[in-house]
């Protein structure tokens, strides 16, 4: 059973940034893809990126150009690099292993990092 610790969240203006790290148990994460997702107060939980085995990359479309999902399978850790952050991007952040790019998540869920955007 993996476990994933998300972290690097926080308090940041309209048009900041942010990196928020996913810190993943396990010995076999190389070969896993691995999502960031997000939840804002009200909403679903959404696949905001994803990131593949072999660095192969999917962005919803409202973060696409803004945000970087990255992995360094050395430190069996997911970054999401976010720019030009705005108000609609405010949510709890989590990470999961899942099934393909836009697939199912299937880890379990940790207690997420809370992003703010705010001024």
């Known amino acids: 059973q993996v476990q994933f610790v998300e972290s690097g969240g926080g308090l940041v203006q309209p048009g900041g940034s942010l990196r928020l790290s996913c810190a993943a148990s396990?010995?076999?994460?190389?070969?896993?893809?691995m999502g960031w997702y997000r939840q804002a107060p009200g909403n679903q939980r959404e696949l905001v990126a994803a990131?593949?085995?072999?660095?192969?990359?999917y962005y919803t479309d409202s973060v696409s150009g803004r945000f970087t999902i990255s992995r360094d399978n050395g430190k069996n850790t997911v970054y999401l690099q976010m720019n030009s952050l705005k108000s609609e991007d405010t949510a709890v952040y989590y990470c999961?292993?899942?099934?393909?790019?836009?697939?199912?998540?299937?880890?379990?869920w940790g207690q997420g990092t809370q992003v703010t955007v705010s001024s």
């Open positions: 999961n292993r899942q099934l393909g790019l836009v697939g199912t998540a299937i880890g379990s």
């Open positions: 990131i593949s085995s072999k660095s192969n990359t």
């Open positions: 396990g010995s076999f994460f190389s070969g896993y893809v």
